[in-house]
């Protein structure tokens, strides 16, 4: 048994037991001797004055006058004491014992003195006589001659072994009442410490994390309160436990998932937190989360906005350009958090990628430069041939036909610019009227093939297309597929040598139907192709001009791709020719 409070409980019990039977013992010894002594002397009292009596009545029935000697002896042998009759002046006239004449005057012994006065004289003290303890007991007595007192005397050592036996006795209840008292404390302990011990249990394993402990104990007294009060406040922990990570999942959440970089520095100028947005836009190691800023962030213009931002505890805001992941525009807001009644600050960093934004806003003021222009050429070439014209005097018949030709073809050109502009810009804005049905994309294909194969003949080009023996049937928009494939097979036509071929194929997947349109033409350079679906992105400009194309067709295949949830890809190898494949999802 270590010193737990079973031990302790134990230890007080029976000290209590202990000490409360050692006051018993005390107390009933004390009171058995006083009790004792008290009925001793009463006794004693009594029977000197029986022998008082006697003296009085000295004179027995034949007329002889008793001895007092004679007294003493007949009265100490009924009384079983030492009897002492001593006359007024303290002279002993009778003792049981001793011969009167070998007794001094006892006028000055306590107990005969307190006699001589009328008293009754007690007194314990040690018989020079005897050579023991005596109790002493003097009464006065009279008769008709003289006065003088009876003494009685019980030596003590008889008492002693009384006492010693009573005290023997009173052991002996004590001892028995300490050996019932230590067996009940094996009952009642543990039945008293059960109830703590559960709570400390309960209250350890809850400081080691288990929060749906509880204790089942049901009771009216403290410790009952206290195990109900633990339950509660188990049950709170547990809720406020649940809200508090549900909140934390939560945030962890959505700060993992937002698009933006978010970056906390502590008041130290450690990092303490950064979402994988943050990492990645910044590069940052692993072992980032708690090293000093100033180590972590290696943009110098973020180390700077930081530093003004712990000094001014003003908010920072500005654009920079990242070189971790390529060129990144990225607008950095950096925002002092302050906490009430706090000196120090934690420092948040939140990243916004703007390099989209920024490459749309170069794409789109592109746009606007380069409609511009694609305007201006046809309609100052339109307006010169006009005037020619107009001033040309005799009008020479071949050179009108030309000219009109010429305004003519600027005319178409400047005409379908502007069809395919309103096709692209109908497209972006999604104003676009499907019309969603199931539909042959093999029979389609064979349409457009043969619809485009006049204008492949007058360039001598020959389109193949080996028409499945069946329908591929898709949900689709049969116009915007024919206009994706027309734009293709223009393309291939336009680009191909004369005399090659364009070899167009339909795969047919059970998830999925692959057109692809191959020509043998020039090719794309590798690093063009990811371009070539950008709006009047041309290789060729001078070529493309001179083909009548207008760098849109592709930006329109892309778009009704996507508006078809289709996909479009190139592939080409320079000299060799070009593959434009669309997947279409069934
Ligand atoms: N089949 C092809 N072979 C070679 N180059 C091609 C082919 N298709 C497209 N291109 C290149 O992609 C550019 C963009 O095509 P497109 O958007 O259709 O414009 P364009 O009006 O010039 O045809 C073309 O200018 C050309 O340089
Ligand atoms: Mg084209």
């Given at each position: 048994m270590n010193k737990s409070y079973?031990?302790?409980?134990?230890?007080?019990?029976?000290?209590?037991?202990?000490?409360?039977?050692?006051?018993?013992?005390?107390?009933g010894y004390y009171q058995f001797k006083n009790?004792?002594?008290?009925?001793?002397?009463?006794?004693?009292?009594?029977?000197?004055?029986?022998?008082?009596?006697?003296?009085?009545?000295?004179?027995?029935?034949?007329?002889?006058?008793?001895?007092?000697?004679?007294?003493?002896?007949?009265?100490?042998?009924?009384?079983?004491?030492?009897?002492?009759?001593?006359?007024?002046?303290?002279?002993?006239?009778?003792?049981?014992?001793?011969?009167?004449?070998?007794?001094?005057?006892?006028?000055?012994?306590p107990e005969v003195y307190a006699a001589?006065?009328?008293?009754?004289?007690?007194?314990?003290?040690?018989?020079?006589?005897?050579?023991?303890?005596?109790?002493?007991?003097?009464?006065?007595?009279?008769?008709?001659?003289?006065?003088?007192?009876?003494?009685?005397?019980?030596?003590?050592?008889d008492l002693q072994t009384i006492y010693d036996h009573a005290l023997m006795g009173i052991l002996m209840v004590a001892l028995g009442c300490g050996c019932l008292a230590f067996?009940?404390?094996?009952?009642?302990?543990?039945?008293?410490?059960?109830?703590?011990?559960?709570?400390?249990?309960?209250?350890?394993?809850?400081?080691?994390?288990?929060?749906?402990?509880?204790?089942?104990?049901?009771?009216?007294?403290?410790?009952?309160?206290?195990?109900?009060?633990?339950?509660?406040?188990?049950?709170?922990?547990?809720?406020?436990?649940?809200?508090?990570?549900?909140?934390?999942?939560?945030?962890?959440?959505?700060?993992?998932?937002?698009?933006?970089?978010?970056?906390?520095?502590?008041?130290?100028?450690?990092?303490?937190?950064?979402?994988?947005?943050a990492v990645l836009l910044l590069g940052l190691e692993a072992d980032s989360i708690g090293r000093n800023y100033t180590e972590t962030l290696t943009a110098f213009e973020i180390l700077q906005m930081v530093d003004e931002v712990r000094q001014s505890r003003k908010q920072n805001k500005q654009s920079i350009v990242l070189h971790t992941r390529g060129d990144r525009t990225v607008e950095v807001n950096v925002v002092p958090v302050i906490y009430e009644g706090e000196t120090s600050q934690d420092i948040l960093l939140v990243f916004n990628d703007i390099s989209e934004m920024k490459r749309l806003e170069q794409v789109r003021r592109d746009f606007v430069a380069n409609v511009s222009h694609e305007l201006k050429t046809p309609v100052a070439t339109i307006s010169?041939?006009?005037?020619?014209?107009?001033?040309?005097?005799?009008?020479?018949?071949?050179?009108?036909?030309?000219?009109?030709?010429?305004?003519?073809?600027?005319?178409?050109?400047?005409?379908?610019?502007?069809?395919?502009?309103?096709?692209?810009?109908?497209?972006e804005a999604?104003?676009?009227?499907?019309?969603?049905?199931?539909?042959?994309?093999?029979?389609?294909?064979?349409?457009?093939?043969?619809?485009?194969?006049?204008l492949a003949g007058q360039k001598g080009v020959s389109i193949h297309y080996p028409e499945l023996p069946r329908a591929v049937e898709i949900c689709s928009d049969a116009e915007s597929i024919e206009q994706i494939i027309t734009n293709l097979l223009d393309n291939a036509i336009k680009y191909s040598h004369q005399g090659s071929s364009i070899e167009v194929k339909l795969e047919d997947q059970p998830d999925r139907a692959i057109v692809r349109v191959k020509d043998h033409g020039p090719g794309i350079p590798v690093s063009e192709l990811p371009r070539i679906f950008e709006r009047f992105y041309r290789v060729d400009k001078a070529r493309s001009r001179k083909t009548g194309g207008t760098g849109l067709g592709l930006a329109i295949v892309k778009h009704l791709a996507e508006v078809l949830k289709a996909q479009v890809s190139a592939d080409s190898t320079l000299g060799i020719g070009s593959t434009f494949s669309v997947t279409f999802f069934k």
């Amino acid at each position: 048994m270590n010193k737990s409070y079973h031990y302790k409980l134990f230890t007080a019990f029976l000290l209590t037991i202990l000490i409360f039977l050692g006051l018993l013992t005390a107390l009933g010894y004390y009171q058995f001797k006083n009790y004792y002594l008290q009925s001793l002397e009463a006794r004693l009292v009594k029977e000197a004055y029986l022998v008082a009596d006697m003296c009085w009545y000295r004179t027995q029935d034949n007329g002889l006058v008793r001895s007092y000697q004679d007294i003493c002896v007949s009265a100490a042998r009924d009384a079983s004491t030492r009897v002492t009759i001593i006359n007024s002046q303290g002279m002993v006239w009778g003792d049981s014992e001793v011969s009167p004449q070998q007794l001094d005057n006892h006028s000055t012994r306590p107990e005969v003195y307190a006699a001589l006065q009328g008293k009754t004289g007690v007194e314990i003290r040690y018989s020079d006589t005897l050579k023991m303890d005596m109790l002493y007991v003097a009464v006065p007595f009279s008769n008709q001659e003289s006065s003088g007192v009876v003494r009685m005397a019980m030596p003590l050592s008889d008492l002693q072994t009384i006492y010693d036996h009573a005290l023997m006795g009173i052991l002996m209840v004590a001892l028995g009442c300490g050996c019932l008292a230590f067996l009940l404390s094996f009952v009642l302990i543990p039945y008293f410490s059960r109830p703590i011990r559960e709570i400390t249990s309960a209250v350890q394993e809850m400081a080691r994390g288990n929060y749906n402990r509880r204790i089942s104990m049901h009771s009216e007294d403290e410790l009952g309160i206290l195990a109900a009060s633990f339950n509660d406040m188990g049950q709170h922990i547990e809720q406020n436990l649940q809200q508090i990570s549900e909140v934390k999942d939560r945030l962890e959440a959505i700060l993992s998932n937002t698009v933006n970089g978010i970056l906390l520095i502590g008041r130290e100028g450690r990092l303490i937190y950064a979402n994988p947005a943050a990492v990645l836009l910044l590069g940052l190691e692993a072992d980032s989360i708690g090293r000093n800023y100033t180590e972590t962030l290696t943009a110098f213009e973020i180390l700077q906005m930081v530093d003004e931002v712990r000094q001014s505890r003003k908010q920072n805001k500005q654009s920079i350009v990242l070189h971790t992941r390529g060129d990144r525009t990225v607008e950095v807001n950096v925002v002092p958090v302050i906490y009430e009644g706090e000196t120090s600050q934690d420092i948040l960093l939140v990243f916004n990628d703007i390099s989209e934004m920024k490459r749309l806003e170069q794409v789109r003021r592109d746009f606007v430069a380069n409609v511009s222009h694609e305007l201006k050429t046809p309609v100052a070439t339109i307006s010169g041939f006009a005037e020619t014209l107009w001033d040309e005097e005799g009008r020479n018949p071949a050179n009108v036909a030309e000219f009109s030709r010429i305004i003519y073809d600027e005319a178409q050109r400047l005409s379908t610019l502007i069809n395919e502009l309103l096709t692209l810009s109908r497209l972006e804005a999604d104003t676009v009227n499907l019309n969603l049905q199931k539909i042959d994309l093999n029979h389609i294909i064979a349409t457009t093939v043969s619809r485009m194969a006049i204008l492949a003949g007058q360039k001598g080009v020959s389109i193949h297309y080996p028409e499945l023996p069946r329908a591929v049937e898709i949900c689709s928009d049969a116009e915007s597929i024919e206009q994706i494939i027309t734009n293709l097979l223009d393309n291939a036509i336009k680009y191909s040598h004369q005399g090659s071929s364009i070899e167009v194929k339909l795969e047919d997947q059970p998830d999925r139907a692959i057109v692809r349109v191959k020509d043998h033409g020039p090719g794309i350079p590798v690093s063009e192709l990811p371009r070539i679906f950008e709006r009047f992105y041309r290789v060729d400009k001078a070529r493309s001009r001179k083909t009548g194309g207008t760098g849109l067709g592709l930006a329109i295949v892309k778009h009704l791709a996507e508006v078809l949830k289709a996909q479009v890809s190139a592939d080409s190898t320079l000299g060799i020719g070009s593959t434009f494949s669309v997947t279409f999802f069934k």
